[in-house]
Nanobody
């Protein structure tokens, strides 16, 4: 059974930065794609970023616009999301997910396991 635990969320001012971490249990992390999703207040969950099994390929939602970077350290079973130049509209619960395959996908039905999420609040 895979468990994902996010950390690093919090309150930050507009223009600030946060680094989210997602620690995974289990033996399948290093062979699986990983993704970050978010759910803003009153909105449906949306794709943020994804990374393939090796970290060699990444994909981002259009709204990221070069502000976020997804990365992973397989030796630590951890995936990260570095978020810079944060905006109030980035306020959301951010969740990580482990993919069904080694290649990244943006659709949430491509992921088998989900974390509980971490709250990110950006004040104006």
């Amino acid at each position: 059974q895979v468990q994902l635990v996010e950390s690093g969320g919090g309150l930050v001012q507009t223009g600030g930065s946060l680094r989210l971490s997602c620690a995974a249990s289990g033996r399948t992390f290093s062979s699986s794609a990983m993704g970050w999703f978010r759910q803003r207040p009153g909105k449906e969950r949306e794709f943020v970023a994804a990374i393939n099994w090796s970290g060699g390929s990444t994909r981002y939602a259009d709204f990221v616009q070069g502000r976020f970077t997804i990365s992973r350290v397989n030796a630590k079973n951890t995936v990260y999301l570095q978020m810079n130049s944060l905006k109030p509209e980035d306020t959301a619960v951010y969740s990580c997910a482990q993919g069904r395959s080694s290649g990244y996908v943006s659709a949430d039905n491509g992921y088998d396991y989900w974390g509980q999420g971490t709250q990110v609040t950006v004040s104006s």
